[in-house]
């Protein structure tokens, strides 16, 4: 009978080394996208209103554009505000706000959405609309959310 002894060039893999792995495994980089794609796609919406408004439910389909929409939001104590600025502007400077905001995009022929808050008084609104319609600005919508339940 013979005997294999410790160290002899038997079954070990003590003398060979192993080749050198020369693939990049992107497994966990996916992973780390996809988490990243959701957190995005969870937090964009999120980020488009700066100001809460309690919107009006209305059954109508929405209209998509390619650019951000010029968008006036009125809030529950009548205060007006440009996209999502935080500071809220007076009436008296709305319209030349609005003018040099239009004569950076498209001009006056933009459509200008207003987001009026579901409490607000409808004179509070109307007002706002007259001084958009009385400054040259045709376009005017009124921005709602779809109805719950429909």
């Known amino acids: 009978m013979a005997m294999k002894m410790a160290g002899s060039a ?3 893999r003590r003398g060979r080394r192993s080749a050198v792995m020369a ?3 992107v497994t966990p980089m996916v992973d780390v996208m996809l988490v990243l794609l959701i957190i995005f796609m969870v ?3 999120l980020l488009t209103v ?3 408004v309690d919107l009006p439910q209305t059954k109508a389909k929405s209209i ?10 009125v809030n529950q104590q009548g205060e007006v505000f440009l996209q999502s600025s935080k500071e809220p502007i007076p009436i008296a400077q709305l319209v030349d706000k609005l003018k040099a905001v239009a004569a950076q995009r498209a001009g006056l022929d933009e459509r200008i959405f207003v987001r009026g808050d579901r409490k607000l ?5 109307m007002k706002v609309m ?6 040259g600005f045709r376009r005017v919508g009124l ?8």
Do not use: K
């Not at 998509?64 to 939001?73: F, K």
């Not at 008084?121 to 609104?125: A, K, L, M, Q, R």
């Open 50 to 52: 700066g100001v809460p």
């Open 121 to 125: 008084d409808y004179g509070s609104v």
């Open 143 to 150: 921005v709602t959310e779809v109805e719950q339940g429909s």
């Open 43 to 45: 937090s964009a919406p």
């Open 64 to 73: 998509s554009q390619d650019q951000e929409p010029l968008t006036l939001s």
């Open 10 to 12: 038997g079954g070990g």
């Open 23 to 25: 693939e990049i495994n």
């Open 130 to 135: 007259a001084q958009l319609t009385a400054a």
